[in-house]
Each structure stands twice: as C-alpha cells, then as structure tokens.
T-cell receptor
Framework: ETGVTQSPTHLIKTRGQQVTLRCSSQ?????VSWYQQALGQGPQFIFQ???????GRGNFPPRFSGLQFPNYSSELNVNALELDDSALYLC??????????????FGPGTRLTVL | KQEVTQIPAALSVPEGENLVLNCSFT??????LQWFRQDPGKGLTSLLL?????REQTSGRLNASLDKSSGRSTLYIAASQPGDSATYLC??????????FGKGTSLLVTP
C-alpha cells in the first residue's frame, strides 16, 4: 500500500510569484486535506477536497486555491506569494469508510521558502 | 473557535521512564481526536485515533485517553526509548474534516 506522497520536497520562490504543490493520496482514500505549518507551530487547516469539490476551508485568503483530480490526487496553488507563506505544507488523505474512517494520514510535506 | 493546548512544551526524560503528555481543548463537541508524531522537518505519523464515543485507544507502548466532558486527552508512553524522541502533536476535529492542532510537546529521551 503506497502512502501519501508530495512533490516537490523543497521549493524556493520570490515574493509575488505563484507556486503549485502536488499530492497523491493513499490508495483507497478519496479525501485530501492541506495544512500549513510555520516553524515551531502546529499545522493550520487550509482546505479539504472530497470527490473533486472543496469540502471545507480554514482562515486562508482566496490566493490559496486547490484542485482535486478524478484519481483523488490534489494540487495546492498559492498566488502572489508573501514572505509569511514560508512554511512546511502538508497534505493528508483519509478514507471515506472503514475502520480508519476520517483518520488523516499525512505526507512528508513540501518546504516552501519565499525570499 | 476550538483552542488546543499541549503541556508541557518540552520534556526530557531518561530512557526507560514512563511518561504522560497532556492535551486540552476548549470545545468538547468533538468528532474525534488524533495523536501524531513528527520528526524534525518531516511529515506527521498518525499514532492513535480516538472517536468521540471512545474513552481510550492502545497501540503497543502507547495509550491515549479521552475525557470529553473535561476537554482533556493524555498520551501515555511506557518504557520510553531514545527512538521515541520527536514532537508529539494532538489534534481535535469538530467537523469531521478539519483538524485543530496544538503546538506540540517536544520529547527527548536520553540514553
């Protein structure tokens, strides 16, 4: 069983640029969530996708957007990057049913640095 | 707004000790609670999931309890080992999807 994978591992951008982060969910999972983790903090919920639709959103501005594809993989897009967007971006997938229903399984993260 | 607090922020213990990590939350109408482990610069590893109807879960040397009425959860680690050194995060879900995380407890187990 393949776990959650994310790409790229690290990324350096400059202020004002746009970035796309990618996530492949764990086999059998149809829900994907994205979190932002600043240094020394707990992760903050950005949004969740279920069956290609946004299922909930945290307190993040519209320049944070996402997509989920028919194979349940997902993208996080951030426009007009700001210095405070520097963080570890985590993707999590969860199954829609079964013993682990709603348990979230995280990928290794993408470290984004904005200069 | 759900607030999750973890105490202590950091803990250092000698190998072999049993230890307890604490998590408290302000809104007791939770859907579930999950404990994670995070190694430096890495993603999160799920340790235990407790549904709102459950009181505790066990996995190997780990035991997590949940008391919704008091807004508390504890993670008990038996016979600690240096490999247990990591940051432990508690996360609560009120909605069934979004997790609200504490800032974590940084654990160091010394040989």
């Amino acid at each position: 069983e393949t776990g959650v994978t994310q790409s790229p591992t690290h990324l350096i951008k400059t202020r004002g640029q746009q970035v796309t982060l990618r996530c492949s969910s764990q086999s059998g999972h149809n829900t994907v969530s994205w979190y932002q983790q600043a240094l020394g903090q707990g992760p903050q919920f950005i949004f969740q996708y279920y069956r290609e639709e946004e299922n909930g959103r945290g307190n993040f501005p519209p320049r944070f957007s996402g997509l989920q594809f028919p194979n349940y993989s997902s993208e996080l897009n951030v426009n007009a990057l700001e210095l405070d967007d520097s963080a570890l971006y985590l993707c999590a997938s969860s199954p829609a049913s079964g013993r682990s229903y709603n348990e979230q399984f995280f990928g290794p993260g993408t470290r984004l640095t904005v200069l | 707004k759900q607030e999750v607090t973890q105490i202590p922020a950091a803990l250092s213990v000698p190998e072999g000790e049993n230890l307890v990590l604490n998590c408290s939350f302000t809104d007791s109408a939770i859907y579930n609670l999950q404990w994670f482990r995070q190694d430096p610069g890495k993603g999160l590893t799920s340790l235990l999931l407790i549904q709102s109807s459950q009181r505790e879960q066990t996995s190997g040397r780990l035991n997590a309890s949940l008391d919704k009425s008091s807004g508390r959860s504890t993670l008990y680690i038996a016979a600690s080992q240096p490999g247990d050194s990591a940051t432990y995060l508690c996360a609560v879900s009120n909605s069934g999807y979004a997790l609200n995380f504490g800032k974590g407890t940084s654990l160091l187990v010394t040989p």
